[in-house]
């Protein structure tokens, strides 16, 4: 009965929201699912790496058990789990320079205007939630900018983390941010932050393993997250959820290599003028210009690692609400 109901009511939003046949059969069957962002393939890694990274991160959810959801906008039309097709269109598009970067105010404008968007934490964690999938895997988190006093520069995520009840995991948030001011502004706006790891361990810096801010909450495995995620969407708390997975030792890179790189492209943003939504896109891209490549790599890495840790959680959570 309640798979029927829930069925219809997918097909409603379908008029609006296009939802894959095998997706709308595993929401309503209760089969995990792991929504995954687009904005990272058309604005956030290079190409061929964004394909093959998208297409990787998908059979690694698979092989976890669960089924993956790669959102994005295609002709303007919101849609929730691509065709191999779509990536590699989608990928082809951005190589042109012809897809939108799309958060929660770019969301309209896309489909008025039958744009190509790659949506971000922002806009992926919106359209998962309308199709109703709880937990979302990525690389790193957008937050508040380094400077963000005087540019009030602050990643559309944080807004979304606080009012959409959806669970990310990420490798914390993007190094080239002020992580301690993003963990205020998270605490400000009511979103649930907890690094994997013993009570203590620091929140991870992306392509590190420690920021060297504290975390608010630590958890163990995927069992404790999913019910903190539980017990927060039963109470109908309606904010989101960050959980933070330092990438593997294997990976990660060193700290004081890694800030001095930032501080390098930084500089060269402000000499450029480089702000608004282009400013994370061309740091991830000097970024992985000085380290010649090596970023990308580790970015790909810590992506699959954090999508099984995904799908690990979205299985406990099936679980917990059957
Ligand atoms: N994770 C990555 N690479 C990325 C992103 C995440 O490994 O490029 C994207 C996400 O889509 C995130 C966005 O929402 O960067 C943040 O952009 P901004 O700082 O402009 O809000
Ligand atoms: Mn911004």
Known sequence: MIARQFSQ????????????????????????????????????????????????????????GAVPATIAFINGKPKVGLTINEIEQLADYATRGDVNKVSRRDIAYTIGNNLQGGTTISGTMILAHLAGIKVFATGGLGGVHRGAEVTMDVSADLEELGRTPVAVVCAGPKAILDIEKTMEYLETKGCMVATMGSRGVNVPGFYTRDSGVKSPYNFNDAKDAAKIIHAGNKLGLNSGYLFCIPPPESIALDDAYVERIILKASQKANELGIKGKELTPYLLSEIAKITAGISVKTNVEFVLNNAKVGADIAKELNGLNQ
């Open 9 to 64: 009511l997918l097909k409603r939003k379908s008029h609006t929201l296009s939802i894959s046949n095998e997706l709308q059969h595993a929401l309503a069957g209760k089969t995990p699912v792991v929504a995954l962002e687009s904005t990272i393939i058309t604005h956030g890694l290079p190409f061929p790496q964004n394909v093959e990274m998208a297409l990787q991160v998908e059979k690694v959810i698979r092989d976890a």
